[in-house]
């Protein structure tokens, strides 16, 4: 299994990112899919997850600002980011998951490589 992430980059507060994670290796339709947030000096956390069904969940500090979404039939992960902040710069991991949702870290089993969104005020 691979996770391949991408879309980062550096954006000014109040602009929008794409990021974007692409699966090889896996079932990918069956599985929730998340994206993490690593800060600097920070443990990794959870920004938001989407189960094989659709249904979503976020972090308090991104609800309303962020849309993490899927493409089964393509493979692919995506985290809309919008109304970016400078507390959003941060090392964004996507992360395949079991076939329920799951807020615990270790129940994410294969990892992408990080992508670096850097937000400027």
């Known amino acids: 299994v691979q996770l391949q992430a991408s879309g980062g980059g550096a954006v000014q507060a109040g602009g929008s990112l794409r990021l974007s994670c692409t699966a090889t290796?896996?079932?990918?339709?069956?599985?929730?899919m998340a994206w993490y947030q690593r800060r600097l000096g920070s443990k990794r956390e959870l920004v938001a997850s989407?189960?094989?069904?659709?249904?979503?969940t976020y972090a308090d500090s991104v609800k309303g600002r962020f849309t993490i979404s899927r493409d089964n039939r393509k493979k692919t992960l995506h985290l809309q980011m919008n109304n970016l902040s400078a507390e959003d710069t941060a090392l964004y991991y996507c992360?395949?998951?079991?076939?329920?949702?799951?807020?615990?870290?270790?129940?994410?089993?294969?990892w992408g490589q990080g992508t670096l969104v850097t937000v400027s005020s």
């Open positions: 290796g896996t079932i990918f339709a069956i599985h929730s």
């Open positions: 989407i189960t094989a069904d659709g249904h979503t």
């Open positions: 992360a395949k998951g079991g076939i329920y949702y799951s807020d615990n870290i270790d129940e994410y089993d294969y």
